[in-house]
């Protein structure tokens, strides 16, 4: 790699993005998906893209080759043609499967597909030989509840090559621009990877017309060489913006505010820094946008980083009065290898988070920006907000982005306080709320927190219960002041620091053996289980510690019966110690019942001062002011 000097903030002319962020010319045709046989990383099998039946078959990028004798299926996660979505939610009538064969004898090709209970059958067939191009077509009225296509080839006489399959379908009058977003935040190498798998894909890269990085770290992208390299690759396509830390909701906004400056008919594609990119994924997300009948929110599927086979959920919902976001959706799969299972029935989603998520132009004109939440809801309440006002979301189940697995990150974490906070400002803003039904659901993980020693994270619940009710002043400054404090105050709580494994007998001073947890409470007794797990902490009625506690074993009433406790952190990194501490659980007690009484006696004063803050809070004017507070 070429040594370059670091990549200083750069500003593209308006008038050089405006000629850039116009519609441009429409094929005869519209790719919407691309046949891919591997991932984009080793890390990647390649069962989520080609599934070899039988027989000796390479599987390369863009091609597949298959010796006599051989199949092969793409009945696989990326490999799928997702009928059932277009059917539902695009122009599209019907569908072409187009390919390039070279044949050393007779090879049959299939376009198969499948119903929404799952059942398999063919649609349209042909024998090859010798070296062309194959076309295959299925009408998209079949498949509203669920269903998608898929090839299937054989080399039957001879070896057999695929190469340049397409899926297309009619295209629209004109293809609208597009921009890529992306947020960044101290994690500079895995962001210039990500923009370096963007720009090495040409194809996808004929069809963006801006690329957005927003840097808000201490520890600049632009100061990778690999960055540089892609900077120079990608010129005036590259917009490179430095801003104040204002959380990912503020990253994600100028992005949309960049483009919604200069157009309101483009595509604007959010995507995390440090995910694994399936630049087909971009595509694909693009040109579904297009050929929707109105503007649509059209978001990537997560897939486990760690266990890169597997699904995060199939399409997510929420829970306004539990406060709870990343419901599945009715139908959705959800933590399942994607190898062994296929998304056959359609899901329609609420929202979709912003690890890749694609917004239009128009919907950012008719719903303004983003609150500045700083992070945790932004996107959901987002979502919701589109969603009220007409513009439906679609998770698409053959594009999906790698995303660090949430089941590997603590939930004692200071993330918690925003979680909390902003989705009660969601709940003021986009429902009647029902004060005293969330009041319990709180109270519920307030107490669990308590009993089971996490006095750190029943701190930081309560302090976002607190702020909430402080009303929309707690979000003039873009959250840089709240992030703050509550990392300070949780360190006041020893069970919020992790501790090397290998210090533990130091910090105990004995070997504390493993107790894994018993039988699962019944869940018509939960609630007199918690009870008494809190009277007895209360009471010092525990068993005596100290004790080795897996996360997996790590579950509230099980933790709850000792006094000392040596818990694994979820990230497996290190250990938490947590010890009974009756003056804390007394003091966070009463603080909690406080706030839950103001909560339960307050909230629908508050919201009214959210809702008649959310045009000034969701403003240009107001982001504008963010920008510049550096």
């Given at each position: 790699m070429s040594e370059r000097e670091p990549v200083a903030p750069r500003r593209v002319s308006t008038d050089v993005l405006k000629h850039a962020l116009t519609d441009h010319p429409a094929p005869e045709r519209l790719v919407v998906a691309r046949g891919l046989f591997s991932g984009p990383s080793p890390?990647?099998?390649?069962?989520?893209?080609?599934?070899?039946?039988?027989?000796?078959v390479v599987r390369e990028r863009n091609a597949l080759r298959l010796d006599d004798g051989a199949r092969v299926r793409t009945d696989t996660y990326f490999g799928r043609f997702p009928a059932s979505y277009f059917q539902r939610w695009t122009t599209a009538t019907q569908v072409q499967l187009k390919l390039a064969f070279d044949a050393a004898g007779p090879a049959r090709l299939l376009l198969q597909g499948c119903d929404?209970?799952?059942?398999?059958?063919?649609?349209?067939?042909?024998?090859?030989?010798?070296?062309?191009?194959?076309?295959?077509?299925?009408?998209?009225?079949?498949?509203?509840?669920?269903?998608?296509?898929?090839?299937?080839?054989?080399?039957?006489?001879?070896?057999?090559t695929i190469t340049d399959l397409e899926w297309t379908v009619s295209a629209p009058e004109t293809i609208r621009s597009a921009a890529i977003g992306i947020c960044t935040f101290n994690r500079a190498d895995e962001c210039a990877q990500t923009v370096a798998a963007i720009a090495g894909d040409k194809g996808l890269l004929a069809g963006i017309d801006a690329i957005y990085v927003v840097d808000q770290g201490s520890d600049p992208v632009g100061s990778?060489?690999?960055?540089?390299?892609?900077?120079?690759?990608?010129?005036?396509?590259?917009?490179?913006?430095?801003?104040?830390?204002?959380?990912?909701?503020?990253?994600?906004?100028?992005?949309?505010?960049?483009?919604?400056?200069?157009?309101?008919?483009?595509?604007?594609?959010?995507?995390?820094?440090?995910?694994?990119?399936?630049?087909?994924?971009?595509?694909?997300?693009?040109?579904?946008?297009?050929?929707?009948?109105?503007?649509?929110?059209?978001?990537?599927?997560?897939l486990y980083l760690k266990n890169p086979r597997y699904l995060l959920v199939g399409a997510e919902t929420l829970d306004l009065v539990k406060l709870r976001g990343g419901?599945?959706?009715?139908?959705?799969?959800?933590?399942?290898?994607?190898?062994?299972?296929?998304?056959?029935?359609?899901?329609?989603?609420?929202?979709?988070?912003?690890?890749?998520?694609?917004?239009p132009a128009e919907v950012i004109a008719a719903l303004n920006l983003p609150i500045p939440l700083f992070f945790q809801w932004d996107d959901i309440e987002y979502g919701l907000r589109a969603s009220l006002a007409g513009y439906p979301t679609v998770t698409l189940p053959n594009a999906g982005v790698?995303?660090?697995?949430?089941?590997?990150?603590?939930?004692?974490?200071?993330?918690?306080?925003?979680?909390?906070?902003?989705?009660?400002?969601?709940?003021?803003?986009?429902?009647?709320?029902?004060?005293?039904?969330?009041?319990?659901?709180?109270?519920?993980?307030?107490?669990?927190?308590?009993?089971?020693?996490?006095?750190?994270?029943?701190?930081?619940?309560?302090?976002g219960i607190e702020d909430f009710l402080e009303g929309p002043s707690i979000l003039e400054d873009g959250g840089a002041a709240a992030v703050a404090r509550i990392r300070a105050e949780r360190a006041e709580y020893p069970e919020t620091v992790m501790h090397p494994a290998a210090k533990t007998t130091e910090l105990t001073g004995t070997v504390p053996p493993i107790r894994p947890h018993g039988y699962l409470p019944r869940k018509d007794r939960m609630s007199l289980v918690r009870a008494k797990r809190f009277i007895c902490q209360w009471l010092g009625q525990t068993i005596p510690g100290p004790v080795a506690i897996p996360?997996?074993?790590?579950?509230?009433?099980?933790?709850?019966?000792?006094?000392?406790?040596?818990?694994?952190?979820?990230?497996?990194?290190?250990?938490?110690?947590?010890?009974?501490?009756?003056?804390?659980?007394?003091?966070?007690?009463?603080?909690?019942?406080k706030a839950l009484r103001r909560l339960r006696t307050e909230a629908k004063t508050v919201q009214v001062k959210y809702r008649t803050a959310f045009p000034e809070l969701v403003s240009r004017q107001n982001w504008a002011r963010l920008f510049d507070s550096d």
């Open positions: 890390r990647v099998t390649e069962d989520m893209y080609a599934r070899i039946v039988r027989g000796r929404a209970r799952g059942v398999d059958r063919t649609i349209a067939s042909t024998e090859v030989d010798g070296a062309g191009t194959a076309v295959m077509s299925a009408q998209l009225n079949e498949f509203l509840d669920g269903g998608s296509l898929w090839m299937d080839c054989t080399a039957s006489g001879g070896a057999l990778r060489p690999l960055f540089a390299d892609v900077a120079a690759q990608l010129g005036d396509k590259l917009v490179y913006l430095r801003q104040p830390n204002l959380g990912g909701a503020g990253g994600f906004t100028r992005s949309l505010y960049e483009v919604s400056s200069i157009t309101d008919h483009a595509n604007v594609i959010l995507m995390d820094d440090d995910i694994l990119c399936e630049p087909e994924t971009v595509l694909r997300l693009n040109a579904f946008a297009n050929v929707t009948p109105r503007p649509t929110l059209v978001g990537a599927q997560m419901r599945w959706a009715v139908n959705a799969l959800h933590d399942e290898d994607m190898v062994k299972h296929r998304q056959n029935k359609r899901v329609d989603a609420t929202y979709n988070a912003w690890w890749s998520c694609l917004i790698w995303h660090a697995d949430f089941h590997w990150k603590d939930r004692d974490d200071f993330t918690r306080y925003f979680s909390v906070r902003n989705a009660l400002i969601t709940s003021a803003l986009h429902s009647d709320m029902n004060p005293a039904a969330t009041a319990k659901s709180l109270a519920r993980e307030i107490v669990e927190d308590l009993a089971s020693m996490q006095y750190g994270l029943a701190h930081t619940v309560i302090r996360t997996a074993d790590a579950i509230w009433w099980h933790v709850a019966l000792f006094d000392y406790a040596v818990v694994t952190d979820a990230s497996q990194a290190g250990i938490r110690i947590r010890r009974r501490d009756k003056r804390t659980l007394r003091e966070l007690t009463k603080r909690g019942r």
